[in-house]
């Protein structure tokens, strides 16, 4: 745990859950699950199993499983995902781009356009 309060810059690594509550700046590699406390501000490039965020994550984020944002929970950047499994709670923000690469679907035909009527 990374405690409200302190301030860290540099490389996590972490085989079970890890939750931030203060301030970190630099990149979370091979890491299970990560919480982000409502008062934690992550700047950073996230690798990580599973994700919950209360506070706010700025940067690019990869995740394996599933995501949950949270009421006051903010997501800044790029969130790139190998599951579908994304819930966004009611107040909860994501702001950039999302990636899910879960099953493709089939492309949806396209709608022949109409033709114009003849006078």
């Given at each position: 745990?990374?405690?409200?309060?302190?301030?860290?810059?540099?490389?996590?690594?972490?085989?079970?859950?890890?939750?931030?509550?203060?301030?970190?700046?630099?990149?979370?590699?091979?890491?299970?699950?990560?919480?982000?406390?409502?008062?934690?501000?992550?700047?950073?490039?996230?690798d990580?199993?599973?994700?919950?965020?209360?506070?706010r994550?700025?940067?690019?984020?990869?995740?394996k499983?599933?995501?949950e944002?949270?009421?006051?929970?903010?997501?800044?950047?790029?969130?790139?995902?190998?599951?579908t499994?994304?819930?966004?709670?009611?107040?909860?923000?994501i702001?950039?781009?999302?990636?899910?690469?879960?099953?493709?679907?089939?492309?949806?035909?396209?709608?022949?356009?109409?033709?114009?009527?003849?006078?």
């Open positions: 745990m990374l405690g409200e309060g302190v301030s860290m810059e540099g490389t996590l690594t972490f085989s079970h859950t890890f939750r931030i509550d203060g301030e970190f700046k630099g990149q979370i590699v091979r890491s299970d699950r990560l919480v982000i406390g409502e008062k934690g501000k992550v700047h950073a490039e996230v990580a199993n599973a994700l919950v965020v209360y506070g994550l700025e940067g690019t984020v990869k995740v499983g599933p995501v944002v949270h009421p006051k929970g903010r997501i800044v950047g790029e969130l790139h995902m190998a599951s499994s994304l819930s966004v709670m009611e107040g909860g923000f702001e950039g781009s999302i990636k899910m690469a879960g099953q493709a679907e089939a492309p949806v035909a396209a709608i022949p356009q109409a033709k114009p009527a003849k006078s």
